[in-house]
């Protein structure tokens, strides 16, 4: 490299995003509330699920009883979603 030689130019920035940005968060928009909906049927789907068995103590090795049951909150990328979890206590 001489002297005279000047660093190649940087890159710059543009003003605007373009236009496949533009199209992916339009289409992020319109699908938002429908993607959340999916994914909190899934979720009540698991929840229900789980309320048909009771989990077997580790310790004693027989079904845990039923005591009570707590509500949780996920914050996700398409919005909050929640689900009623049941929780057990091993009566020994």
Same mark, same amino acid.
């Given at each position: 490299?001489?002297? $005279?030689?000047?660093?190649?130019?940087?890159?710059? =920035?543009? #003003?605007?995003? *373009?236009?496949? =940005?533009?199209?992916?968060?339009e289409v %992020?928009? %319109?699908?938002?509330p429908r993607?959340? %909906?999916? =994914?909190?049927?899934?979720? #009540?789907?698991?929840?229900? %699920? *789980?309320? $048909?068995?009771?989990?077997?103590?580790p310790q @004693?090795?027989?079904?845990?009883?039923?005591? #009570? $049951?707590?509500?949780?909150? @996920?914050?996700?990328? @398409?919005?909050?979603?929640?689900?009623?979890?049941?929780?057990?206590?091993?009566?020994?």
């Open positions: 490299m001489s002297g $005279t030689d000047s660093p190649p130019a940087r890159p710059s =920035l543009r #003003d605007e995003p *373009s236009r496949f =940005l533009l199209l992916k968060d %992020e928009q %319109e699908y938002q993607i959340r %909906e999916k =994914l909190q049927q899934k979720i #009540d789907a698991i929840a229900e %699920e *789980s309320r $048909t068995r009771s989990p077997v103590c @004693w090795a027989r079904p845990m009883g039923y005591h #009570d $049951t707590r509500r949780m909150n @996920w914050l996700s990328r @398409w919005g909050r979603v929640q689900a009623s979890v049941a929780r057990y206590r091993c009566r020994c």
